[in-house]
């Protein structure tokens, strides 16, 4: 059955890569995160096809999308919309925001203030909002991917740890090789135009439950005691690294668990290997660890750690 998954990546993948050149594994992480029901921090230089690669997704997968760009002015009502007294019926009536949707693109989260924030990531992790009292569900596939610039900080809110750890992954987007970049200038001189999606043809997923069969086949794969042994020690390791002034929460075992089953499935297995668990370490726990303040002075990053400890646990046979 995880054949089904693996089929869907394909033509997810191969529709999106006429659009997108390059970022085939950011790709295949936000995929992932749509397959394993979590939510992804975007980190990139503005420019870098972040947007259109999640529209684009969105519309292969015949998905709703709402983009919405933060702001420091922004209230928490701004995304989840308000009650409008209806003068016509005299009642208040629901003006739904746009977080009301399917996939929902949280354009440089980090320049709204925590208030608003935290409005969103309530809403992420509860899958509803509350307005006025009243609890109102979001969409059954209800995902946000979410942007920060890594450059200019200068009039942001940076997300506090605790709020980090609500994504499941933190996908770093870089900028695409000189062939790439030559292949993307070609193609907008040949016409292309990230305005008019429907000019590319995409070929739309056939059927709107596509995406949460996947979801309930990749809650099946299997994964032995050996393999979830080797996550949690490379987890637990994160805690003992003396470069670290922290390290990663058990909701960061589960996160990769959950990564590494959709990933298995996206394969074509409906087990889960420790090469699975090592492709998707890096994402899963990034945003959840925090560097001691020599150790970032002397130039170590989050990922170079990571490369230590990935490598330093022994593979179960």
Request: charged residues 25%; contains cysteine; aromatic residues 6%.
């Amino acid at each position: 059955m995880t054949d089904f998954v693996s089929q869907v990546t394909a033509h997810i993948r191969r529709e999106t890569q006429k659009v997108i050149v390059g970022q085939d594994a950011v790709i295949d992480q936000v995929l992932i995160c749509l397959f394993a029901d979590g939510h992804a921090l975007l980190e990139g230089v503005p420019g870098t096809a972040k947007t259109l690669m999640v529209k684009t997704i969105a519309t292969i997968i015949g998905a709703g999308f709402n983009r919405i760009q933060f702001t420091p002015d922004m209230m928490p009502s701004d995304i989840t919309g308000t009650n409008v007294f209806n003068l016509n019926t005299s009642q208040f009536t629901l003006r739904p925001g746009p977080i009301f949707t399917d996939i929902l693109l949280a354009d440089e989260i980090n320049r709204t203030p925590p208030k608003t924030q935290a409005a969103l990531l309530e809403a992420m992790e509860e899958r509803q909002v509350t307005i006025d009292g009243e609890s109102h569900r979001l969409s059954p596939l209800f995902l946000v991917l979410a942007t920060e610039n890594p450059i200019e900080y200068e009039g942001t809110y940076p997300l506090p740890e605790a709020q980090l750890d609500r994504f499941l992954f933190k996908v770093l987007i870089s900028y695409p090789s000189a062939e790439q970049e030559l292949q993307i200038v070609a193609n907008w001189q040949a016409g292309f135009s990230s305005r008019k999606l429907e000019a590319v043809n995409l070929e739309k997923l056939t059927d709107a439950g596509v995406v949460q069969r996947c979801r309930d086949l990749v809650r099946d794969v299997r994964v032995e005691p050996g393999v979830q042994s080797f996550l949690v020690t490379m987890v637990r390791r994160t805690r003992e690294h003396p470069s670290l002034l922290w390290g990663a929460s058990p909701r960061a075992s589960v996160a990769m668990l959950l990564a590494g089953k959709a990933l298995a499935a996206m394969r074509g297995r409906d087990f889960v290997t420790p090469d699975d668990i090592r492709d998707v370490a890096h994402p899963s726990l990034r945003h959840r660890i925090l560097l001691r303040s020599e150790a970032e002075i002397e130039g170590v990053t989050p990922d170079s750690i990571l490369d230590e400890i990935v490598t330093s646990v022994e593979v179960p046979r």
